[in-house]
């Protein structure tokens, strides 16, 4: 009974580390993939910050004078 006395705490002591380890590893896991959702914010945002400034003059154009009068010749030469 000696041998299977030392057995059983070396067993718990060796089972707690690895899953001390295994617990250390999801939390890196878990911390790297947050680091990897902020650059995609960061990205997005980048993206979308872009898209809102190439509307904004696409919006100019679509309400200039100019356009709306050609829009309304082109239409007038398509009726004849």
Known sequence: MGQFGILIPIIAI????LYAAYEQNVKLKIAQSKANSHKLD??????IKNLQSRVAVLEKIVTDKSYSLKDEIDSLNKAS
């Open 14 to 17: 060796i089972g707690g580390l």
């Open 42 to 47: 960061d990205a997005a945002a980048e993206q």
